[in-house]
Each structure stands twice: as structure tokens, then as C-alpha cells.
């Protein structure tokens, strides 16, 4: 098969985790060939065989931590990678306040690795997993690629740390083709209901213990503050899909394979709407047929009020844009959860 035939090898480290299984499942149903790093400290080997059902091929694995350079030069010599997805990572907020050492280490250490490993291989496609998280607290509503990066915690500045690293490696090397995608609230599962988020016996994420709560198997969702200025009091998020979210990756690949791109861009992957924390509350009790149990909790340090997307740029330039609802995310999260439960009892 020729060059220009061949179906393209993507590599997604961090392909076993949450959004990374997702990623993949949407990689291989647009006709790439997505191949797994991974070194499972925070992800499953049971995603992997769930995404291989749906997409009735086989993924190939490659067990390596991203700071190890020696492991990168030999998965890079192994194929003939055409870009690589960059999602490997620690990312919850909490612990990134405990130990913000090793999320420098793994967040900031590893894309370096990961970077130079490319460089020596001349894969120079690059899409990197940022957070809406590097804007802080200063930015109006929606808030564009452009507004003022402010982190309030370790994880977020690990993601403005790496974002700073790409732009002046694409401004020394205009041969790179890269997007740092800036997430907002990802949430919900894949609709066949095999792979979705994995839930905790204390989720740090929301929708795990929403979906906890409805299945009553859990205790009440916390919610962190309802006095923000906000029409009920709690705060507002752009939550989106995980599946639109994956499919944002394939858009962005795609763009990176266009020819003149910029070395280097910036997008939100977001609805571009906010949605209160009650109110999804709110959509999930609909779905589950009666009221989610919370309590209220005082605020949380560095939580701001609202956070969405201004989707402008991902519409225009990744000609992409989020297509499922809050109904869709709260239902496919539900089937998520019953099928895990009922899988944990059988």
C-alpha cells in the first residue's frame, strides 16, 4: 500500500483513560489506525478489550510511562506514526494542590519526553489535551482562546506550562502541526454503554457521583457552593459530550493534516453553553425517574462562578462543533453506570 493510500497510524498515549478510549473509538470509525500508550496507573486493560467489541478490530497496546525516553524511542521506531495524540497525564485538582511535584513531573516531564522522542522520529503532528482550566477567574462569558490565562491550581498550570512549551516549538520549527485543545467539562459515555467513566468508591468527578446518587448505590452529591452569582446559586459549566469531545480530536487531526496550516494553534472543545450544576442535577433525576440526593457544601478554593466555551474558532478552523445534548449526556452516563453495577453484582 502506498503512502498515500495507507490508513494513517495514530498514537494516543493515555488511550486506556476516560476521554482516551473514547478518542480512539472515534479515531477508528473515521478510518485511522489509533494504537494505545498507556502505563495504566490511572486506566483500565478492560476499556481496551470494550473498545475493541465496538470497533471489531484488534488495538495494538504498548505498556510504557511517557517519561521514559528509551520506551518512546522504541514504540516510535516500531510504526510509522503519523501524529500522535497527546492525553497522558494526572488530572485531578485536588491533588494536584497535595502533590504538585509529581503532576509537574508526569504533566510537564513527560510532554518533554514525549516531544523530543517525536522530534528524533519526525512525527511532527501534534494534538495536546489542555483545560479550560488555564483561564482562572479574570475572563467574561464565553471566553475565548484569547482571554487571560490565570490558573488556580497545580493541574491547570501544568496544562498553561505545556501550552507555553508547544508555541515556542512551533515558532522555532514551523515544520510542527500542532493543536492544544482546551477542554471544558467532559461527561457522559459511549452509546453502546461498553466503555464510559469509570466510577470510584469515592468519584472525585461529578458526574460519577451523580450517576452514584441515581442508582442510589452512592452518598449525595456534594455540590461546592450555591451563593455564586448565578441564577440558582450553584456554578455554571460547559459541560460536553465525550464523544463530541473525542470526535473534536479527529477534527483537529484532520485540520493538522490540511497543507499551509499554522504550526500551532489554540482551540476551546466545548458547547459554547453553560449549564448549572442543580440544573444537571436536575436533567439527571428526569432521566432516572426521580430526585438526586445532594448536600451542599461550602465553596471550593479557585472555583470560579462560570466557565464555558466561545466555539467560534473550533467551528471555523476544525469545522467541528458539539452536537449532543445534556439529555444525551446525563442518559448515555446512566446506561454507563447500570451496566458497570450490574457487571460489579453478576
Known sequence: ?????????????????????????????????PHVL????????????????????????????????????????????????????LKVISDSQARPTEYF?????????????????????????????????????????????????PYGQTKCVVEQLLASLAHADRTWAIAALRYFNPVGAHESALIGETTQSRPTNLMPA?????????????IFGNDFPTPDGSGVRDFIHVMDLAEGHVAALRYLCRPGVEPYSVVNLGTGRGTSVLQLL?????????????????RRSGDVAESYADVTLAEALLEWRATRTVDDMC??????GKRSAQALDG
Open 1 to 33: 500500500m502506498s503512502d498515500s493510500t495507507r490508513r494513517q497510524n495514530i498514537l494516543v498515549t493515555g488511550g486506556a483513560g476516560y476521554i482516551g478510549i473514547h478518542t480512539v473509538v472515534a479515531l477508528a470509525r473515521a478510518g485511522f489506525v
Open 38 to 89: 498507556d502505563n495504566f496507573s490511572n486506566s483500565s486493560r478492560s476499556n481496551l478489550v470494550r473498545a475493541q467489541e465496538i470497533i471489531g478490530s484488534v488495538i495494538p497496546v504498548h505498556e510504557v510511562d511517557v517519561r521514559s525516553q528509551k520506551q518512546l524511542q522504541a514504540v516510535l521506531s516500531s510504526t510509522n506514526f503519523d501524529a500522535v495524540v497527546h492525553l497522558a497525564g
Open 105 to 153: 513531573d508526569v504533566n510537564v516531564s513527560g510532554s518533554i519526553s514525549l516531544l523530543r522522542a517525536m522530534e528524533l522520529h519526525h512525527v511532527k503532528r501534534f494534538v495536546f489535551s489542555s483545560s479550560a482550566s488555564v483561564y482562572g477567574t479574570e475572563n467574561t462569558m464565553p471566553v475565548a482562546e484569547t482571554g487571560v490565562l490565570s490558573p488556580q491550581h
Open 210 to 222: 451523580v450517576v452514584r446518587a441515581a442508582l442510589r448505590s452512592g452518598e449525595p452529591v456534594e
Open 282 to 298: 436536575g436533567v439527571m433525576g428526569e432521566v432516572a425517574g426521580h430526585p438526586i440526593a445532594h448536600v451542599i457544601r461550602d
Open 331 to 336: 442518559e448515555s452516563a446512566l446506561r454507563w
